[in-house]
């Protein structure tokens, strides 16, 4: 079964930061990885889709990266703002369904 | 504007009945889900439909039931077999692999 895993948990930055969120998984056969947000009691946001012949996916500020081979992708954020302050989630599909993981909380500081 | 409507926003269930979520969509989506979410841990699935008239177990059916009678809905019964129902509700869906998931803004749903 595949397991997803966020580190870190939670993350408190100053605005302005630039920052690195990590999910890790461990089956490489996969199709896609998605980044979600996630607003206290909301639904979740697709952020940005990597499908498994990609190495990365760019949206304005968001950079996410996929190594498949090491079962690793990474959500870099760039000068962070506090309306970044958000869970996010990373999930996976390799199967009918994606897979989630347990969220990183960030909180960005005026 | 098209999107996911999940309604009520809040759902009280009293011991042994029965309560349904709604999920409606009209993004034209084959793909619909049902996942639950609880304090500080991942979504888990629940229930998931491919197509009109065709659902499958996800990892945590025991205790819940869905059909899936038009393309646009796909409701979600807590039966009185949940013992530990209270939780966040998330309905999704996609238009097939490799293409995002759209979520709507959830039900929680907590124990009387």
Redesign the interface.
């Known amino acids: 079964k595949q397991e997803v895993t966020q580190i870190p948990a939670a993350l408190s930055v100053p605005e302005g930061e630039n920052l690195v969120l990590n999910c890790s998984f461990t089956d490489s056969a996969i199709y896609n990885l998605q980044w979600f947000r996630q607003d206290p009691g909301k639904g979740l946001t697709s952020l940005l889709l990597i499908q498994s012949s990609q190495r990365e996916q760019t949206s304005g500020r968001l950079n996410a990266s996929l190594d498949k081979s090491s079962g690793r992708s990474t959500l870099y954020i760039a000068a962070s703002q506090p309306g970044d302050s958000a869970t996010y989630l990373c999930a996976v599909d390799s199967g009918y369904a994606l897979n989630f993981g347990k969220g990183t909380s960030l909180l960005v500081t005026p | 504007d098209g999107g996911?409507t999940?309604s009520p926003k809040y759902l009280f269930r009293k011991e042994g009945q029965n309560v349904t979520l709604s999920c409606e969509q009209n993004l034209n989506h084959d793909a619909m889900?049902w996942?639950r979410q609880d304090p500080?841990?991942?979504?888990?699935?629940i229930y998931?439909s491919?197509i009109v008239n065709d659902f499958?177990k996800?990892d945590i059916a025991e205790g819940y039931s869905v059909s899936r009678e038009k393309k646009e809905s796909f409701p979600l019964t807590v039966t009185s077999a949940q013992k530990n129902p209270t939780a966040?509700y998330?309905c999704?869906s996609s238009s097939g692999?490799?293409?995002?998931?759209?979520?709507?803004?959830?039900t929680?749903l907590s124990v009387l």
């Not at chain 2, 500080?40 to 699935?45: A, D, F, H, I, P």
């Not at chain 2, 692999?97 to 959830?106: A, I, T, V």
Request: no cysteine; net charge positive; hydrophobic share 30%.
């Open positions: 996911i999940q889900y996942y500080g841990q991942g979504l888990r699935l998931y491919q499958q996800g966040f998330l999704a692999r490799n293409e995002k998931l759209f979520f709507g803004s959830g929680q």
